[in-house]
């Protein structure tokens, strides 16, 4: 069984899939996005580094799919990241603000497509998310050097471009809005998510394959 988990920065991804990790004893990957060498030049100079750091990503995601297969073999896998959203998210956004030019964003679409060849198929995606006003509370709350030139605005057409994203997804999806609970320390909340996934488990999704998580309940 393989899920991922999707959303923006500050969502909870990471926290969501660790629950299920515990409860379930599914392996866990997490995205290190520093393990990127871009990754801290993109946010000092955008317009400098945002090809580099958009191709490495594309690159770290094709190699991460032969991580993935390698560990269903032994085991499930929950992981708290999507392969696809780098390129369908994150470099669209880039492109709309000319931080990358259209040649650059065709190059990226390229290396995607050859990624979407390649990408093990997920049995659930977790759309993880909130609205934009909590998760800059969030990313200024976790103090991180890198986000500190972060703005709403900036988030808000990340959460907008997400929201368009997920619609198009063919794949079973649980919505989970994270706004109203606190599932990193809330027991009720930590087993309503539970909840939702062993409904999943049992096929209880509606025709369209997609349920909306959203507490309280």
Sequence with gaps: MYIVACGPFA??????????SSEFG???????LRSNPYFAGYYAEPPKWAFHVAVAFLVRAMESQRAVALQLSRASVCQDWFVLEHH?????LMHHTGLLSSDEFDTC?????ELLSRAVIPDLVLYVTAAPDVLLDRVSNRRRQ?????TLEYIAELVS???????TLDYPTLRIDTEN????????????VLAAVRRWATNNFDQHGRQSLQLPI
């Excluded at 369908?88 to 669209?92: D, F, Q, T």
Aim: contains cysteine.
């Design 146 to 150: 890198e986000e500190a030139s972060v």
């Design 161 to 167: 471009l997400y929201e368009s994203w997920v619609q």
């Design 181 to 192: 609970f606190d599932f990193v320390a809330d027991p009720v909340a930590q087993q309503t």
């Design 109 to 113: 679409a390229r290396l995607h497509s």
């Design 88 to 92: 369908s998210v994150y470099n669209v």
């Design 26 to 32: 599914w392996q866990i990957i997490c995205e290190d």
């Design 11 to 20: 969502a909870g991804k990471t926290s969501v899939t660790k629950l299920l």
